[in-house]
């Protein structure tokens, strides 16, 4: 999995959700997952972001092929919660 980080003292409140959307928006495709750590405040503790930010790592989680396609992701949905998603 592609994954960029932060050791570096952050604010909560602000740089974690900017830092997200950024990499979301750089990329095409979603972007790498981020991991935060050195939390100010919360101490031993990390922050995991846009882990589901691709269809790949989507389809990872759902414990399917990497390469499976965004209309075939959407069909497993729809059958194994058997609702629908957005048309």
Not at 6 to 18: D, H, K, M, N, Q
Not at 33 to 42: D, Q, R, S, T, Y
Request: contains cysteine.
């Amino acid at each position: 999995m592609n994954c960029g980080g932060f050791s570096t003292p952050v604010e909560l409140r602000y740089a974690i959700g900017t830092a997200t959307r950024l990499e979301q928006h750089k990329h095409r495709r979603g972007g790498k997952a981020l991991l935060f750590e050195n939390i100010p405040g919360f101490l031993g503790k990390s922050v995991f972001t846009n882990g589901l930010g691709t269809s790949a790592r989507i389809a990872l989680a759902c414990d399917l092929d990497k390469r499976t396609s965004v209309q075939s992701l959407i069909a497993q949905m729809r059958e194994r919660f058997s609702i629908q998603l957005c048309r």
